[in-house]
């Protein structure tokens, strides 16, 4: 999870820019290869120095019986802040393909 998508098309680095915090809003996401599984869940925490925040936001979709799985999800309360990667781990070792969307917005941290 690392870069953005601007308006103009563009896919910069995403970065949590010094003395800001980014706040999760929202997630979307679809994971393909799910075949022979009735459903899927997936973990987004951060990655931080030296180890791992585990989990921020756990996310659980029923399979669709055609190898996929996924959803949308409002978040409250997941903050991330500079110097922390945002990471998706599935629950079962193997993520096949994966999109997801991040949705927030940066603010000053505290």
Request: aromatic share 8%; charged share 10%.
């Amino acid at each position: 999870m690392d870069h953005q998508q601007n308006t103009d098309g563009s896919r910069p680095a995403f970065v949590i820019p010094a003395g800001m915090v980014f706040i999760v809003t929202g997630m979307d996401w679809v994971q393909f290869s799910t075949v022979g599984r009735n459903n899927e869940t997936l973990f987004l925490h951060a990655l931080v120095p030296g180890g791992v925040i585990w989990p921020s936001v756990i996310l659980h979709a029923n399979g669709s019986g055609e190898a996929r799985a996924g959803g949308s999800q409002a978040v409250t309360g997941v903050i991330f802040k500079s110097g922390q990667t945002m990471c998706v781990s599935p629950n079962n070792g193997s993520m096949g393909s994966v999109v997801v969307l991040v949705h927030g917005y940066l603010a000053r941290e505290r």
